[in-house]
Antibody, heavy 120, light 106 residues
């Protein structure tokens, strides 16, 4: 059974840093690209970042480029999101998701989400 | 940056058909996925590659994409289908979600 379990969320002050983790199980982790998607309170879904199966290709939304870094450790079957210079507008539930190998890169499995609150 | 536009809300009576549109420049040249999101739950993929249904998704969910508009259709809508629905596409390796459509089953 495919499972994705996020952790690392919490309360952080503006300008602070946080690292989210997403532990994957039930599939061959390094064969799948992965994405982070967030949802701010009362708002819609926003794609944040993606990384290829081998980790060599990464992409970011303009809103987080230069502040967030996506990475993965295949030995630990874990996806990460390092978030620096956090702002109030980064407050959201962050989901990790697995991408299927199709042209549309659909995200077929999602974690339960972890809440990040940026506030003083 | 690429934008996808959805109507904020759609209302439908039980058993009737709900159609949710998603508009973007030359959207028909891209593949579109659709996600169902209920409060407090993780998103669920309901359509990918414009019109394919993942295993376990009821046949009442269907999709199309042509020109500048993609459409998610829910036939014989049930109360359990009440949720927010998001279209999603990729633009130069950057993911883009529509703003979401709240489907209310009256």
């Amino acid at each position: 059974e495919v499972q994705l379990l996020e952790s690392g969320g919490g309360l952080v002050q503006p300008g602070g840093s946080l690292r989210l983790s997403c532990a994957a199980s039930g599939f061959t982790f390094n064969l799948y690209a992965m994405s982070w998607v967030r949802q701010a309170p009362g708002r819609g879904l926003e794609w944040v970042s993606a990384i290829s199966g081998g980790g060599g290709n990464t992409n970011y939304a303009d809103s987080v480029k230069g502040r967030f870094t996506i990475s993965r450790d295949s030995s630990k079957n874990t996806l990460y999101l390092q978030m620096n210079s956090l702002r109030a507008e980064d407050t959201a539930v962050y989901f990790c998701a697995r991408e299927l190998v199709y042209s549309s890169r659909p995200m077929d499995y999602w974690g339960q989400g972890t809440l990040v609150t940026v506030s003083s | 940056s690429y934008e996808l536009t959805q109507p904020p809300s759609v209302s439908v009576s039980p058993g009737q058909t709900a159609s949710i549109t998603c508009s973007g420049d030359d959207l028909g040249d891209n593949f579109v996925s659709w996600y169902q999101k209920k409060p407090g739950q993780s998103p669920v993929l309901v359509i990918f590659q414009d019109k394919m249904r993942p295993s376990g998704i009821p046949e009442r969910f269907s999709g199309s994409n042509s020109g500048n508009t993609a459409t998610l259709t829910i036939s014989g809508t049930q109360a359990m289908d009440e949720a927010d629905y998001y279209c999603q596409a990729w633009d130069s390796s950057t993911g883009v979600f529509g703003g979401g459509t709240k489907v209310t089953v009256l």
